[in-house]
């Protein structure tokens, strides 16, 4: 898998809430115009969970239509069950995906052993290499960095996008897997340099459907080992990191986007959009950015 910056790209929608193709296609047009490595649709942020298994079909259709195999396509399944899991799995090769991503099973609260179980069927069964996903905070589950180990080491796991921003935790995940065929990259905005700088693989980003040169840039500077340079991009972007996490992914980067033009910003209820006060911080950001 190749390392750099991964756009959490979110799924546009009409005034009535369907899908909105014609602004899909703009959007992965932008991204395919960038320095991202890829395009990860399909997750928290692309609002899987709202969307019928057609819907996220036919997402993952267009951004492969779209892509062309000029970057990479990772989508998140999004899934309780490990049988359904795996037909997602196979859904998204059949459409040409290039990964899929697998958030831990969410609700359910599988034991640990359930948990790596999961992941070594699924894994067992993907036609495509499947990428770790933990984020306690929206599955009430997570991947230990001795469990991520473990995984590392099957054929078809690639890596891990961990959602968690303490930084000890990546620095395990990277020393623990060192030795392996395998990636770590971060679920934050906020940490995407740092986990580069110490040996991390990239980021899987908020802030790339807003700022796709720059997080493809500032990471791939990293990798290259221009820290100083890609840490300056890190403080200079930091604010608009965090207020792309404003109440509740992705309130903050529809309403980024739309206000940048690009999108109208309809999120499915039981969404709602971003409130005022935060939506002035967030227009000021942008405005210091020239985003807008």
Excluded: W
């Excluded at 979110?10 to 960038?34: G, N, W």
């Excluded at 692309?46 to 267009?62: D, H, P, Y």
């Excluded at 770590?184 to 905005?189: L, S």
């Amino acid at each position: 898998m190749k390392k750099g910056a991964y756009t959490l790209l979110i799924t546009p929608f009409k005034k009535d809430f369907s899908l909105d193709e014609e602004a899909l296609r703009k959007l992965v047009r932008i991204q395919v115009e960038s320095d991202v490595a890829g395009i990860a649709p399909l997750g928290v942020t692309g609002e899987n969970t709202l969307m019928t298994n057609e819907e996220v079909k036919r997402v993952v259709q267009i951004i492969v239509e779209e892509t062309n195999g000029k970057k990479l396509v990772l989508p998140d399944i999004c899934q309780m069950g490990t049988r359904e899991s795996i037909e997602r799995a196979k859904m998204y090769a059949d459409q040409g995906a290039d990964y899929v991503v697998a958030f831990t099973p969410y609700l359910v609260l599988p034991s640990a052993d359930g948990l790596v179980r999961y992941y070594i069927e699924l894994a067992d069964a993907s036609p495509v290499p499947v990428v770790l996903h933990s984020s306690k905070g929206r599955t009430g589950v997570e991947l230990s960095p001795d469990q991520t180990a473990k995984l590392a080491k099957h054929p078809n796991i690639a890596a891990t996008k961990d959602g968690k921003k303490e930084l000890d935790h990546l620095a395990k995940l990277i020393y623990l897997t060192r030795n392996d065929d395998f990636l770590v990259f971060t679920g934050k905005d906020t940490t995407a340099f740092p986990t580069v700088a110490f040996g991390g693989a990239g980021s899987f980003s908020v802030a790339g459907n807003v700022i796709p040169d720059v997080m493809g840039k500032m990471i791939n500077l990293a990798i290259e080992g221009n820290l100083a340079e890609a840490n300056a991009m890190h403080l200079e972007y930091y604010p608009l990191f965090e207020a792309l996490r404003f109440e509740s992914n992705p309130m903050a980067a529809k309403k980024a986007l739309e206000l940048m033009g690009i999108i109208n910003g309809d999120l499915r209820p039981p969404l709602t959009p971003l409130s005022e006060a935060k939506t002035k911080i967030l227009e000021e950001i942008l405005r210091e950015r020239k985003l807008i």
